[in-house]
């Protein structure tokens, strides 16, 4: 059996659900599970609800919630399914949930996490709830399977991790039956249930991350991740428009792009699946005769094309913590560190000299409260506005002379921060974002122009 995600713009409107519908029928043979994220922007449309609500703004908030089942509703009327009574009664609970949410943010005068998790989550159970009863006229088995009867997750609201043995327990009660009727099982992404029976979500994006856990509870053949993408490119396309296609990534390359900034791929996505070795695929609906981009355990290593595909991260933010106890003192990093881990903020890069720390962050929430204790004991420098560039190929790290191929590139361009050797398979830096596109620009004219290797670029 297979595992097929199909993401927000794929399920955005009745044309794309139709398309969908014909790429599932077309994979009938293989026993299809699928996953659905929202409909495009109605996550976004549910937090404005959540904020007007939070707000006291009843007008704009019963105003929201129209307009949400409108856009629905017009959908399901295009696709003729109004009479589906599955479908009848789970827009009869949604209305009902989604207005009883509201409510209680209303009352409460504020989002909390456990709220905010049921308030998003409603998208992806209309959006499955859609798809499932459109099947079915389709004469294809569609069962909408509620994704939180079968993800157990802890409770972190928000960014929950799903627990593999108490979800594989549910898989095998609430999906194998299903698939074993040869029906189609449709859930949503993104959403789960923490062991006191609590709706949680696994982080924006997280649609991903339920395709390829399901595809392991399942021991699926394959993953296949549906948006609106050819693929994997050598660059984002909105920098540069020349971007070519990867027809083939190691699980390891791909994990790392997604980690530093690959739109295509949510950083988590690809852990399930390495664990297993389940073969992942990323296609496009709007294209699905073209292969897309082929994730495997080793991909195809190539000595002439090291670099596979330039990421970056915006709105960097650098840390430098100078301090003259630094030098030969023990324990001195961890006290660092452990000041990030208790407020929670994740580190991306780091470098370090006898007296200076310097590292980067991408969320800044908590960042007054860390300088106040890093002040305590050091002088803290800040830095904001910039970007994280990263190379991204196996290879990268025993390839002699690669260093000064990239750097040779750039210039004037100050480089803030460089990170080489902690992992074999990426250079990263850190550079002013205003200069983002030129650097990318003018590394993938250094690594992707002239002739490509056609079996791993498409040309």
């Known amino acids: 059996m297979i595992v097929m995600k199909f993401g927000g713009t794929s399920v955005q409107d009745a044309s794309a659900i139709r398309r969908v ?15 659905v994220s929202a409909m495009g922007k109605i996550t976004d449309e549910l937090l404005a609800l ?13 105003q929201s919630i129209s307009a949400i089942f409108q856009r629905h509703e017009n959908v399901i009327a295009d696709l003729n399914i109004a009479n589906d009574p599955e479908l009848e009664q789970a827009l009869e609970k949604a209305q009902n949930d989604l207005t009883t949410i509201a409510e209680k943010i209303f009352h409460a005068g504020q989002l909390t996490p456990h709220l905010s998790d049921q308030l998003v989550s409603m998208g992806e159970f209309l959006s499955a709830n859609i798809l499932a009863a459109y099947l079915r006229t389709q004469n294809i088995n569609g069962a909408f399977v509620d994704a939180r009867d079968v993800i157990v997750t802890d409770s972190q609201f928000g960014k929950a991790l799903p627990l593999f043995a108490e979800s594989q327990e549910r898989a095998k009660a ?4 299903i698939l074993r009727q040869k029906a189609v099982p449709v859930l949503q992404g993104f959403v789960g249930m923490d062991t006191y029976g609590r709706t949680t ?9 339920s395709a390829t856990f399901i595809g392991s509870l399942l021991k699926a053949e394959e993953v296949e991740i549906w948006s609106d993408v ?11 428009p020349e971007a070519k296609r990867i027809r083939f990534m190691s699980f390891q390359e791909a994990a790392e792009l997604a980690y530093f900034g690959a739109k295509v791929l949510h950083p988590n996505t690809l852990l399930p699946a390495i664990e297993r070795g389940i073969p992942v695929y990323v296609l496009n609906s709007t294209r699905p005769d073209d292969s897309g981009t082929l994730i495997t355990y080793n991909g195809i290593k190539s000595r002439q094309y090291i670099v596979k595909s330039i990421a970056y991260k915006e709105d960097i933010t650098i840390i430098t913590v100078t301090s003259t106890r630094m030098l030969m003192a023990h324990g001195f990093l961890a006290t660092i560190f452990d000041i990030f881990d208790r407020y ?13 720390v310097s590292m980067t962050i991408d969320q800044t929430g908590k960042l007054k409260d860390i300088c106040r204790e890093l002040d305590r004991f050091s002088q803290v420098d800040v830095e904001h506005e910039k970007a994280i560039v990263c190379l991204v190929g196996e290879g ?5 002379g690669m260093a000064t191929r990239i750097f040779s590139v750039l210039g004037d361009v100050p480089i803030h921060l460089i990170s080489q050797g902690a992992s074999e398979i990426n250079i990263s830096f850190v550079i002013d974002q205003k200069r983002l596109k030129e650097v990318v620009t003018s590394l993938h004219n ?10 791993i670029f498409a040309v």
């Open 396 to 400: 990268m790290k025993n390839t002699p």
């Open 230 to 240: 050819d693929g994997i490119l050598t660059a984002d396309p909105t920098l540069v």
């Open 344 to 356: 929670q903020t994740p580190v991306d890069l780091v470098s370090t000299s006898e007296v200076s």
């Open 50 to 62: 959540a904020e007007a609500a939070a707000k006291k703004d009843r007008q704009k908030m019963l």
């Open 21 to 35: 519908c014909s790429i599932i029928k077309s994979r009938l043979d293989r026993n299809p599970a699928v996953v």
């Open 446 to 455: 250094k690594f992707f122009s002239g002739e490509l290797d056609p079996n």
């Open 174 to 177: 609430n999906l194998e039956p």
């Open 201 to 209: 979500t696994l982080g924006r994006g997280g649609s991903d991350y």
